[in-house]
């Protein structure tokens, strides 16, 4: 790939990593954003170029780096590329694409709480200059950890397909499957295959689709099209199950039906995931959140027929970490315990990871006899989700799921 503005791949840099190429090559050509941009750089990343560049670490570091403008242009695509990308993201690729010699020169030198650190920016130049497509990885892998998953099962248990999920789920065959959807559908949408992704048994599926009409502006001109979504569908047990990300609720499941429908050839339709949680597992928790308040603090409450005239809705809540459960109890005493009815409670956040995180009771049925349990996972990570959800599961028994949740769509 050449680092000259004249030869930028742009399918490269502004279809598949959504890189604004005019603005970054605009502020390149400025000297004087090119040279803030230098002297902007941290000590890792000044290692990076001196051993891509062969240079000396002189006074006239800074000139010679002005000498080579041209050659300097991927490091800001790189930049504008990865700006606001997770470092947990770029971390995990880096952690399994760098040797541990371009690891430790990218460590910055003092931990922060105890775990080693990195220049994330000085990781970022490391893998591209390893292989370009490294970005693209990181690009998605972002996307993974950023969002929402509905998880959702085939509700009639389609047969043993003795094909391997991976020689099937390849792009050439599902942008087949995309291309006859829309076209069946009458949609006037493309989908397009952009990435599949497979590890541990799951398979990572990243669908670009044209969401809605819209127009964008520059100066007095419009450009008339669609606004974009990404669909990222995670197929595991041999497609049995899915779990779904996308902002639209209704056609991604189609999406993933129609897939399944193709690997197993039979109609495959995929439903919300239930996991019930008996009612007296869930009482068990609501008690210990005021019981030990250490261990998981509650830190807001919402609850409806708190024993008040009128039945108002009741909202407690605390900033940051501190734990609510003595002004719960405080109002228990002076009214009553919005957390003795499970059916009460509309939502709870707890404190995990630093971070505030809500829950979620849904009746199962009409007796009230066990409930489902949902978290929002958006704000944690992927493995922020993991540890939250062993923790429910080992300290309380309870299996949580996502409070993301898609339509229910017939198979396409």
Same mark, same amino acid.
């Given at each position: 790939? $050449?680092? /000259? =503005?004249?030869?930028?791949?742009?399918?490269?840099?502004?279809?598949? @990593?959504?890189?604004?190429?005019?603005?970054?090559?605009?502020?390149?050509?400025?000297?004087?954003?090119?040279r803030l941009?230098?002297? $902007?750089? /941290? =000590?890792?990343?000044?290692?990076?170029?001196?051993?891509?560049?062969? @240079?000396?670490?002189t006074e006239e570091f800074k000139a010679a780096l002005l000498a080579r403008r041209t050659e300097l242009l991927p490091f800001l695509l790189v930049d504008a590329a990865m700006e606001g990308k997770r470092v947990c993201a770029i971390e995990q690729l880096a952690q399994a694409k760098l040797s541990p010699e371009a690891l430790a020169a990218s460590q910055r030198p003092t931990l922060v709480d105890g775990v080693t650190s990195y220049d994330r920016r000085a990781l970022l130049w490391r893998l591209y200059l390893a292989d370009p497509a490294h970005l693209e990885l990181v690009f998605h892998l972002d996307r993974l950890q950023r969002k929402g998953f509905a998880r959702m099962v085939a509700d009639d248990a389609p047969p043993v397909n003795g094909t391997d999920p991976g020689t099937f789920l390849t792009r050439t065959t599902l942008q087949g499957l995309l291309d006859r959807y829309?076209?069946?559908?009458?949609?006037?949408?493309?989908?397009?295959?952009?990435?599949?992704?497979?590890g541990d048994g799951r398979y990572r599926v990243f669908i670009k689709r044209d969401m809605k009409e819209a127009f964008v502006s520059h100066g007095p001109k419009n450009t008339f099209g669609f606004s974009r979504e990404w669909i990222i569908l995670v197929f595991e047990q041999g497609l049995r199950r899915v779990q779904v990300c996308s902002v639209s609720p209704s056609v991604p499941p189609q999406l993933a039906s129609r897939i399944a429908t193709g690997f197993f050839g039979v109609p495959v339709n995929y439903t919300n995931e239930v996991v019930e949680t008996p009612v007296a597992t869930v009482a068990a928790f609501l008690h210990s959140l005021l019981a030990d308040p250490a261990r998981l603090p509650l830190v807001e409450l919402v609850a409806g027929d708190c024993g008040l005239e009128g039945s108002p809705q009741l909202r407690l809540s605390a900033a940051g970490s501190a734990s609510i459960a003595p002004a719960i109890q405080q109002f228990a005493r002076a009214f009553s315990d919005p957390l003795a009815d499970v059916g009460r409670v509309e939502s709870l956040k707890v404190w995990f990871s630093e971070k505030r995180v809500k829950l979620t009771f849904e009746p199962a049925d009409k007796t009230g006899a066990s409930y489902v349990?949902?978290?929002?996972?958006?704000?944690?990570?992927?493995?922020e989700r993991a540890d939250f959800e062993q923790l429910m599961w080992k300290d309380y028994g309870i299996r949580v799921l996502s409070t993301e949740k898609k339509h229910h769509a017939a198979a396409a």
């Open positions: 790939m $050449s680092a /000259t =503005p004249f030869q930028i791949d742009e399918e490269f840099w502004r279809d598949r @990593l959504e890189v604004g190429i005019a603005r970054v090559v605009q502020e390149h050509a400025r000297d004087a954003s090119l941009w230098i002297a $902007s750089l /941290t =000590p890792r990343c000044r290692s990076v170029l001196v051993e891509h560049f062969g @240079l000396a670490e829309e076209r069946e559908q009458e949609t006037q949408r493309q989908s397009h295959c952009a990435a599949i992704l497979n349990v949902r978290y929002a996972d958006q704000p944690l990570d992927a493995h």
